[in-house]
């Protein structure tokens, strides 16, 4: 079964000429980790945006986890998806437990099950000693760090990153990188991530999906698709390769 498959998404914001995707089309198999990989504005994350069914795509078709994009879509992928968002999504004023404990409460989740469940994930991460510290004072891989545990709290089988380890420090993005391996394959969750940092993308990813001005340039394996091109060494290269080295901004 495929954890996602998109064919021929389009996708126009209301007040634009230009289309922001212009017929992506990818598809990966569960328990991958996969990389959404492609150059700023390219449309990694309206394309997150349209699978978590936050915003519509003007045509083409979408499913996630066999459920196909329709009218109570959102309902359906809810328990199955787990979002960790670009923007840190935390109320400042509340502890880093409130914070989970709330999200935990939309879920259904409650009482001591939730509690211990938060607490075991607070220490996995790190975050114990600042557990009951509000969330607003930390770090940004403490929020970072916060965030992923939110978007994990009601085990999903389909977990999404845009940009999770944007902006924070070695050690947490060596703490990020190591948990989504070992959630991965300890619980066999199926990840698409997006990242600038291709090395980063190398290694964790088994495939990757490179898009350009809306649309899939190249998908593969990261070796396989260093293998296939003689001039190139690294993953870089090979995005360099099918996107070019013209400033997008
Ligand atoms: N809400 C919106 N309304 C209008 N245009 C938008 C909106 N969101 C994104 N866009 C435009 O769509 C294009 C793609 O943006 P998107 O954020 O999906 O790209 P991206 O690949 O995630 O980029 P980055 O790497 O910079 O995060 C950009 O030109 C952006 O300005």
């Given at each position: ?49 349209i ?43 509340l ?11 939309l ?17 996995q ?20 760090r ?12 389909l ?26 394959r ?64």
């Amino acid at each position: 079964m495929y954890s996602i498959a998109v064919q021929d998404l389009h996708k126009t914001y209301n007040g634009s000429l230009e289309p922001t995707l212009k017929g992506l089309s990818f598809a990966f198999p569960t328990g991958k980790i996969v990389g959404l990989l492609g150059p700023n504005g390219a449309g990694k994350t309206t394309t997150i945006s349209i699978l978590c069914g936050l915003v519509k795509a003007g045509k083409g078709s979408v499913q996630v986890l066999g459920i196909p994009q329709e009218a109570n879509y959102r309902e359906r992928i809810k328990r199955a998806l787990g979002v960790v968002p670009q923007q840190i999504a935390l109320f400042p004023q509340l502890t880093a437990f409130e914070n989970l404990e709330y999200f935990g409460n939309l879920y259904g989740f409650k009482g001591p099950a939730l509690k211990t469940q938060i607490l075991a994930l607070l220490e996995q991460f790190g975050l114990e000693k600042a557990a009951h510290k509000e969330t607003g004072k930390f770090s940004g891989g403490m929020k970072r760090r916060t965030n992923i545990i939110a978007a994990i709290l009601h085990r999903p089988r389909l977990l999404i990153l845009d940009e999770p380890t944007a902006g924070v420090d070695v050690q947490s993005r060596s703490m990020i990188l190591q948990f989504l391996r070992d959630y991965n394959r300890s619980e066999g969750v199926s990840i698409l991530y997006t990242s600038h940092l291709l090395e980063e993308a190398q290694h964790l990813c088994e495939d990757v999906v490179i898009m350009d001005d809306g649309r899939q340039v190249v998908q593969g394996n990261p070796a396989a698709l260093i293998n296939a091109l003689p001039a190139c060494r690294n993953l870089e290269d090979v995005f360099l390769h099918f996107t070019g080295s013209k400033l997008r901004d």
